[in-house]
C-alpha cells in the first residue's frame, strides 16, 4: 500500500522555531593537549556536556565529515590540529620559551637625572645685598696691611666713614663693570660727596686736621672731582690758564691757592708758580693751610683761587693772599654761580680785605672776577673787617657746592 503523506502542521497551532544552540567557549590547545593525555580530568558539569552535544549535532546533521578521534581543536577554538601539529605547536612553543631565557637582557635605560628647575630672579632687595657682600669681600681680600695705619682720631667720627681707598675702588675710578664694579663706583661717589660737603662746611684747619689723620682722602677727592668736572660745559681753570699764558708777563709770580693736582704749574712751564694745597697729591705741591701759606710777604704778583674758596673761613684765605701780594697784585677768583646768590655782597667783602675790582665775568654756570690789591697798605681795612664780623660769619655769603647724588 502507498505510504500515507504526512500530515499538514494544525493551521491553529504553528510549529515553534528551534532556537540556535549556543557555541561552547573555544579550548585552548594547551589545555586540549593536557586533557587528551590523561593529565588532566576537565572539570565540568552535565549542563556543559549537553551543550557540547547540542553544538555536535547540527554539524552532523548539516553534512560535514567526522572529526577524527587524533585530531583536536586549535589554540583559541581555530581550525582542529592533530596530533602531531600539536606536538610541533608545543615545541615551538618551549623554544621560543629556551631563547627568552638564554638571550642577553637588554639593560634598564636608567632615566635621565631632571635638571634643578632653574632659580628664580633675585628681587631688587637681594641684589643690593649680594653686591654688598661681593664689594664686601673684594675689599677684605685686596686691602693692603698699609692700609690699616692710618686710623682716624676720636675727635673726627664722620672721618670713620672714609678708609683707604682700595684696588677695587681705584678699577671704579674708570670704568665699571660688572656687579662689583659698579658697586664700588657708587661707593666712590658717596665717599667723594661726603669729603666735599665736609671741606664746605668747616673751617680751614680742622680740614688740614682731617687731611693729615687720613692722606688718603686726598686720592679719593681727586678722583670724584675729575669725574664731576668732566660733565661740565667749560673748565674755569682753562681760562685763569689762557689769561696767564696771553696776558700776564712771563717774570710774573704766581701763587695757585687750592691747587689740587697743580694743573696751573704743569701747563705754564717755565713760570714760576707756588703751588698750595692742604695734602700733597705729587711733588708739585705744597701742604699748607691757605689761611696759613709759607710764603712771605709781597713775594707774588698773582694770586689764583680757581674753586678754592672752600670752608667756611675763606676770608682768611683772601687776607692770606693780601699779605703774599705785592703792592698792586692781582687776584682772579673763579667760583660755581649757585654759591654767589649776592654778588654785590661778595665784592664788598673782597674790596674790604684791602682789594679793588677791576674786572668781572658772570657767567650761567661759573663766575670770575678780578681784583688789584690796594697800593695802600691794606691792613687796617683787613683789621677793620676782622672787628666788625668774624671769619665764618663772612664767609656765610658763600653758600657749599654741593652734589646731588645721583
Known sequence: SAPSAPSAPSASKPAKATKPAKLAKPVKAAEADVVKKGHLKKKGNAKQQQQQAQVQAPKAKAGTPKQNKSTS????????????EIAGFLKWKEGLKKQSSEAPQKPKKQKQSEEPPAEAPLSKKARKKLRQQQLKASEETQAKPEQQKHKPSASSDAASLIRQPTEALKVAGGKAKGVVGKAAARLQGSRFRWLNETLYTTTGDKAKKLYDENPSLA???????????????????DDAIKWLAEEVSPDKVIGDFGCGEARLALELKGRKVHSLDLVKINDRVTPCNLANVPLPDGSIDVAVFCLALMGTDWPLFLEEAHRCLRPGGLLHIAEVESRMPDVKAMIKTVEEIGFNKIWSKPDKFFIEMRFRKNKSDGKKNAAAGKKKKGAEERGAILGGCIYKRR
Open 73 to 84: 581543536e586549535g589554540p583559541g577554538g581555530g581550525i582542529p590540529m592533530t596530533d602531531e
Open 219 to 237: 686720592q679719593v677727592y681727586h678722583e670724584g672731582f675729575r669725574e664731576q668736572a668732566s660733565k661740565w660745559p667749560r673748565n674755569p681753570l
